[in-house]
């Protein structure tokens, strides 16, 4: 048996010792309390500094406040009002009256759109401030559609059917506008009507209007109810009742060429019937191609 005892192991095979070396590491208690101290002192004075800014700034921010409410330039020396065409200046002045002398930061745009959006001409108002001493106000006016004749009185209507205002049966002719003719209506300029019946009348006008060679003034849409719906031009009556106006205008078109053709003196035209149109004279009534009709004679 050999003997091991003396044998040396070689560096790369030694095992590493395990034991833990602790150092001793020495503070001095003197600088440890000059180090804390220091930063105590440091987070004070930015403190201080903070708080000085704040009010030194809070003092300015109201000073210069207190200047801008009283500066004579800051006053509002005049509006510029774009987008007017039907509104006169006394309706413009009750809507920016309120904003002369008035300091530009004090003026109330608000209630000034407020008092905008209660005239029934304006549709859309935006209003805004220029420095140092102007307001800007840029108007949407609503637009004259129509001419609506009721038992009630006469009005000024736009495609939204908003009625826009009353006018005397003698001042209709200002306005070179098709007429829409509703017996039972009650209302008052900036409502807007609800009925199915002027809904129906305004989408017609539209398709006329869409498919052109009619002369839009001379047009009158009775429109007592949606079932009864028609066109009276040129001393005729075209009898379309609701919906389908592209097709059924379409149709109107091509009896007209067909009545010219022939010179035919036509009383009214009804088109209501889906696959059928009547046509009268005044003498006698006629059956042409693709006219379906019933006998009837009209003087």
């Avoid at 044998?7 to 503070?27: A, D, F, G, M």
């Avoid at 001493?133 to 059917?161: K, Q, V």
């Avoid at 059956?287 to 004679?297: A, C, D, H, L, R």
């Amino acid at each position: 048996m050999r003997d091991y005892k003396n044998v040396k192991v070689p560096r790369k095979y030694r095992v590493q010792s395990n034991r833990i070396t602790i150092r001793h590491l020495e503070v001095s208690h003197s600088a440890a309390r000059s180090n804390i101290g220091g930063r105590r002192i440091k987070s004070v004075a930015c403190t201080v500094f903070v708080i000085m800014v704040i009010v030194g700034g809070s003092w300015l921010g109201r000073h210069m406040y207190r200047e801008a409410m009283h500066a004579e330039m800051f006053q509002i020396s005049g509006v510029d009002v774009r987008g007017t065409h039907q509104l006169d200046e006394a309706n413009l002045k009750k809507i920016v009256g309120a904003f002369t002398g008035e300091n530009i930061f004090r003026a109330d745009l608000d209630a000034a759109v407020r008092r905008a959006q209660a005239n029934p001409w304006i549709k859309d108002v935006r209003i805004n401030r220029r420095l140092p001493n102007r307001i800007s106000m840029t108007i949407t006016e609503r637009l004259p559609y129509a001419l609506l004749d009721t038992a009630s009185g006469r009005f000024l209507i736009d495609n939204e059917g908003v009625v826009i205002e009353s006018l005397a049966r003698e001042k209709m002719g200002a306005w070179p506008l098709p007429v829409v003719a509703i017996k039972n209506y009650r209302g008052r300029p900036g409502e807007q009507m609800t009925s199915e019946t002027l809904a129906e009348a305004l989408k017609l006008l539209s398709e006329i209007a869409t498919r052109g060679g009619w002369r839009l003034e001379d047009v009158t849409i009775k429109a007592n109810t949606p079932e009864s719906l028609s066109i009276v031009y040129a001393n005729h009556e075209f009898k379309l009742g609701s919906g389908h106006y592209a097709e059924k205008l379409r149709r109107l078109a091509e009896v007209m060429a067909d009545v010219r053709r022939r010179d035919l003196n036509i009383v009214y035209v009804d088109l209501r019937p889906e696959r059928q149109v009547a046509v009268f004279v005044k003498n006698d009534k006629i059956q042409g191609p693709g006219y379906g009709v019933k006998k009837k004679s009209q003087k």
